[in-house]
């Protein structure tokens, strides 16, 4: 599989569908986590950042007890309809700056 076949089921999403972003095991970039909602947004789609997006505990997101928080809430949460974590979000974002119209096709 390429990229871009991994990015066809983002295609499924409807406009204004709601997107938790989480991060379940390293830390990510701030200047990602600051990309995301933008991008995403661009699409049509909501964005929710849960708090681990922005927490690092030396090589983690944060806590152990606050990154399985996030992935609980994101998973209960029944307006979430996708769920975009690392290395998802460096990919995702990579293409959608690179490539915009193929999340379109």
Same mark, same amino acid.
């Given at each position: ?13 409807? %406009? ?7 991060? %379940?095991?390293?830390?990510? *970039?701030? &200047? &990602?986590?600051?990309?995301? /909602?933008?991008?995403?947004?661009? &699409? ?8 681990s997006?922005? *927490? ?21 949460? %029944? /307006? ?5 974590r ?10 959608? *700056?690179? /490539?915009?119209?193929?999340? &379109? /096709?």
């Amino acid at each position: 599989r390429n990229r871009r076949d991994n990015l066809m089921t983002w295609n499924a999403l409807s %406009p204004g569908a709601l997107i938790g972003v989480i991060a %379940p095991a390293g830390p990510a *970039q701030p &200047q &990602q986590v600051d990309r995301v /909602e933008p991008l995403l947004s661009a &699409q049509g789609w909501r964005v929710r950042l849960y708090p681990s997006c922005r *927490q690092a505990d030396r090589y983690l997101a944060g806590s152990d007890a606050q990154r399985l928080a996030d992935l609980h809430a994101a998973f209960a949460d %029944p /307006e979430v309809q996708a769920i975009l974590r690392d290395p998802a979000m460096r990919m995702i974002l990579e293409q959608m *700056q690179n /490539e915009p119209r193929a999340l &379109q /096709e």
